[in-house]
Each structure stands twice: as structure tokens, then as C-alpha cells.
């Protein structure tokens, strides 16, 4: 837990909001970076007075509360995004850097956009980026929602890998440019000591025909492992950044995010060089969780963090959705082992009743959970701990989980029994065993 004598106040909106710790007279050892994942810009948005026309990303379902900020039908106005980034930008600092993990165009459907227009779109939101942290390195991922048709990411180059790597040209290397031109991936030395992996998880996700009897979609696994292998012999630490996460969905009973097969073989690189990587770090779900990576002795090797979304629309079949959110990354600068969440959130409805976007810090995550860092092994304990009866923590887990959506929607049961499960296991065998042990 960090000394609350080195918080800043600032303003975001009318009300006062904490900036997290960076390195400095008192904590010198500590680096920052912020995440923002699934903007979603839905260019249509607009104040109508029918409810079923305020955005195409509702496709008819009526958008009843729609406000200046958006409307959990819709996904984000550019009122939205551009809030965000105007508070974020007040509490960044000129040595942190900045991770995107996709998703810029609207859920809608495929006949709505086109290639030109998802570019368009990605370029809209890079330069809304550059505008508000000009003097920042961002580092992005792609989505599946990144191309069209959606999904639908090809094992080679074409349009839109060129495209975005003329538009991240200001803060990639010439080397980085090159494979994601060529397979929307690549790797990049943040600073001395430390790289950082963009992976390309589309290639594994399951809606993509183009990939589905491919056991390396774009040869991602083996340069995957050339590059740790390279970092390991050069005694560097690693972040990896993508899209679409690792492991189990939280939400659904033995799916995994990506094809299994993927999936496997992607937990056994991780666990492979589990020394290397110092973090993961996924967009994807819309929704706040953590993974475990356990090695196949079941100790804790690699954290995991799925980071909530700017967007906050929820599909029909959906209960419950989040507000819109964004985070900081607190890290060790010696070692680059993570040290803490600050977690950032819009109350969309009060944004929308007051007409102005007060976005507030929702949790630190080592006061939330009574840490002392994020390592592996902490997230193991706080992960077994969610199935202690008497202690409330996965009840404050899944309300952040909805990032504080609505309190009164508690999850027991079967929905907790799929929730811990894919937090502590992300192999088919061990979640497996997880699940029917406790279905007896």
C-alpha cells in the first residue's frame, strides 16, 4: 500500500480526483502506465426524441436514458471518449506511457461499415489520442471489431494492418511497423529492461473463418517465442498486451476466449517463460477481472488483468453492463513487477442527469483487497479467498467486475462457480477439474 502524502488533487469535471503516486522524493522506484481499451466510437449517436434512433449500435432496441454522455444501449458518443481522455490527460505525468488495447469502430452490422470506414474510424481515435497526450508513447493492440468484416483478421498483410501502421508510425520502430504491416503484431523495447508484446489474438478467436484450421495463424506462436526467448537471453522483462484475453470467459461456463487449441498453446508459452513476462494485459470483455497463471505444479507464475471498457453499451440478452472506465498501472522501475490499479470510472447516469462528466477514482486495487502488490502470488490468495463464505471480497470483486453498475446484482451460485474458476485456471484441464469438483 502506498503513503497517501504523495496524492495530488486534481479536477476532472467539477469534482476533485487523485492522481495516482509516480516515481518521485518519496517513491522513487515507482513507474506509471495508463490503459484504455473498446472505445467504440458510434459516430451516429445523437439526441433524438425516438429512443430506438439514437444510435445504430442499439439496432432499434430503444435508447431510453440517452444523454449527453451516452446510453448503456449505445456504444460511446465521441463526448464520451473525448472525456475521458481530458480528465486522463490531467493525471498523466511525461514518463508514463499509455497501452490501448483495441476496438475502435461501433457494434453494428457488417453492412453498416466497410474497410474505408473502419479505417477511418481507427484513425479518428489515433488522432483524438495524439491530440491529448502529444508528448506520449502509445502502444495498441488490435480488435476484432479493428477490421472488416469483424473477426475476420487475415494471416497477411492487407489495408488495414498497412493503414494503422501509418498511423502508429509516431510511436513505433521501423522494426515493430514491419510485422504489424504484416500480421498486426509485433515488439518494441519500452526502455531499458523492459518490452513490450503486442499480440495479434484475433488470429485465435473463434469467429474468424480465415484461421480456423491453422495451428499458427501467421507463424504468431513462433515468433512469440523467438522474441521472449530473445528478451530471456537479454535479461529483460516483458509486458504483453492484446485484445482478446487468455483463458476462460467469466461470464460463460467452459469457453474459452480464444479456440481452445489456441488457447492451450498459448498458456504453455506463457508458462514456458512465465520468468520473462512481468504482466498481461487484455481489453475484449468490457468488464474488470484478473487471472492466475499457475504453473503446472499449481504455483502462481504470471498476473493477469482484463481492463474494463470506455464503452459502456449492453447487448439485449445482457443483465447488466459497466460504466465507462479507464486505469493506471503502478510498477517496480528495477524489476517492472507490478505494484498496484487505480481505477478510474464514469457514474454515466449522474453524468447524464448533471451534464457533466465527473469521473472519479473507483478503487485502489491494494486497499480494495488488502494487498501488497499484484504479484502471482497475491492474486492467488485473493482468488482463493472468493470462496470463503464470510468474507466479502468477490462481492466487491463483481461489483467492480460491473465497474459499480448496479450494487443490488449479486452473483452466487452457478455465476460465481464460473467467475473464481476462470480466475484461478486457464487451461482446459485444470478448469475442468475446477468446475465439476464443485458441481457435485
Known amino acids: 500500500m502506498l503513503p497517501l502524502r504523495c496524492l495530488v488533487l486534481l479536477l476532472c469535471g467539477a469534482a476533485p480526483l487523485v492522481a495516482a503516486p509516480a516515481g518521485s522524493g518519496y517513491l522513487p522506484a515507482i513507474g506509471r502506465f495508463w490503459h484504455v481499451t473498446d472505445l467504440h466510437l458510434d459516430p451516429t449517436y445523437h439526441l433524438v426524441p425516438d429512443p430506438t434512433k439514437v444510435c445504430f449500435s442499439s439496432r432499434g432496441i430503444p435508447a431510453s436514458h440517452a444523454g449527453v454522455y451516452g446510453d448503456f444501449r ?131 478467436y473463434g469467429p474468424d473463418k480465415v484461421t480456423v484450421n491453422m495451428s499458427d495463424p501467421a507463424g504468431q506462436f513462433e515468433w512469440l517465442e523467438r522474441t521472449l526467448e530473445g528478451a530471456a537471453q537479454n535479461m529483460e522483462k516483458v509486458y504483453i498486451i492484446a485484445h482478446v484475453p487468455v483463458g476462460f470467459l467469466p461470464y460463460a461456463r467452459n469457453t474459452t476466449a480464444i479456440r481452445r487449441i489456441h488457447n492451450e498453446r498459448l498458456v504453455a508459452i506463457f508458462r514456458e517463460f512465465s520468468h520473462v513476462i512481468a504482466g498481461h494485459f487484455y481489453g475484449h470483455t468490457h468488464r474488470d477481472s484478473i487471472m492466475v497463471l499457475l504453473d503446472q505444479e499449481g504455483k502462481p507464475v504470471n498476473s493477469l488483468f482484463v481492463s474494463p471498457a470506455v464503452t459502456p453499451i449492453r447487448s439485449l440478452l445482457e443483465s447488466y453492463s459497466n460504466n465507462p472506465a479507464f486505469r493506471v498501472y503502478l510498477y517496480n522501475t528495477n524489476d517492472y513487477a507490478l505494484l498496484d490499479i487505480w481505477q478510474y470510472y464514469l457514474n454515466l447516469t449522474e453524468a447524464n442527469e448533471k451534464q457533466r462528466s465527473d469521473w472519479e477514482l473507483e478503487y485502489i486495487m491494494t486497499e480494495a483487497f488488502g494487498l501488497t502488490d499484484l504479484q502471482p502470488q497475491s492474486l492467488l490468495q485473493l482468488g482463493l479467498s472468493f470462496w470463503l463464505p464470510q468474507t466479502k471480497a468477490f462481492d466487491r470483486y463483481f461489483s467492480h467486475y460491473m465497474v459499480n453498475y448496479n450494487n443490488s446484482i449479486t452473483c452466487t451460485g452457478k455465476c460465481k462457480l464460473i467467475q473464481v474458476c476462470a480466475v484461478l485456471y486457464l487451461d482446459q484441464l485444470s478448469y475442468s477439474k475446477c468446475i465439476s469438483n464443485l458441481e457435485r
Not at 137 to 163: C, E, F, R, S
Open 74 to 204: 449505445c456504444d460511446s458518443p465521441y463526448s464520451l471518449i473525448q472525456s475521458a481522455f481530458t480528465c486522463m490527460a490531467q493525471l498523466t505525468q511525461p514518463q508514463d506511457f499509455i497501452i490501448w488495447t483495441g476496438d475502435s469502430p461501433p457494434h453494428v452490422p457488417a453492412d453498416e461499415l466497410s474497410t474505408e470506414l473502419v479505417i477511418q474510424v481507427i484513425s479518428n481515435m489515433t488522432q483524438t489520442i495524439k491530440q491529448h497526450f502529444p508528448n506520449l508513447t502509445v502502444y495498441p493492440a488490435l480488435g476484432n471489431h479493428d477490421y472488416w468484416p469483424q473477426d475476420q483478421m487475415p494471416t497477411t498483410t492487407n489495408a488495414i494492418y498497412k493503414a494503422v501502421a501509418q498511423l502508429w508510425a509516431p510511436w513505433l520502430q521501423t522494426e515493430a511497423l514491419l510485422t504489424l504491416s504484416q500480421g498486426g503484431f509485433y515488439h518494441q523495447l519500452v526502455k531499458p529492461g523492459l518490452r513490450l508484446v503486442s499480440l495479434n489474438t484475433i488470429l485465435y
